[in-house]
C-alpha cells in the first residue's frame, strides 16, 4: 500500500513564498511520476506541476516561472517552491504518485492561503 503525506501549506502574504514537500512510502520511489495539483473552491482539480522519474519537469501556465517542482529519490520526497505567491494561488493542495503501472495514489492535501 502506498502512503501519500503532503505537507508545508499555511497562510502568506502575497508575494511570498512557501514550499511543499510530498513524502511517499510503500512503492519504488524513484521509478515513480509525481505531481502536485490543486482545487480551489467550486472549481475543479487542475495540473499544477509534475515530475517523471528521469527527473523531465512540466508547468501550468499560470505557475511558469514561480512554482519549481523537485524531488530527492534518497528522502522518497518531491517538493514544490512557490515563490511570487497570488492569491489566486489559494487552493488545497495535492500530490499524486503514479506507479510505473499507471495506478494513482493520493494525499489528502494540504492547504495553501494567500492573503491580499
Known amino acids: 500500500q502506498v502512503q501519500v503525506v503532503e505537507s508545508g501549506g499555511g497562510l502568506v502574504q502575497a508575494g511570498g513564498s512557501l514550499r511543499l514537500s510530498c513524502a511517499a512510502s510503500?512503492?519504488?520511489?524513484?521509478?515513480?511520476?509525481i505531481g502536485w495539483y490543486r482545487q480551489a473552491p467550486g472549481k475543479q482539480r487542475e495540473l499544477v506541476a509534475d515530475?517523471?522519474?528521469?527527473?523531465?519537469?512540466a508547468y501550468a501556465d499560470s505557475v511558469k516561472g514561480r512554482f519549481t517542482i523537485s524531488r530527492d529519490n534518497v528522502k522518497d520526497t518531491v517538493y514544490l517552491q512557490m515563490d511570487s505567491l497570488k492569491p489566486e494561488d489559494t487552493a488545497v493542495y495535492y500530490c499524486?504518485?503514479?506507479?510505473?503501472?499507471?495506478?494513482?495514489?493520493w494525499g489528502q492535501g494540504t492547504q495553501v492561503t494567500v492573503s491580499v
Open positions: 515530475i517523471s522519474s528521469g527527473g523531465s519537469t
Open positions: 499524486k504518485v503514479r506507479l510505473p503501472s499507471r495506478f494513482d495514489y
Open positions: 510503500g512503492s519504488t520511489f524513484s521509478r515513480n511520476a
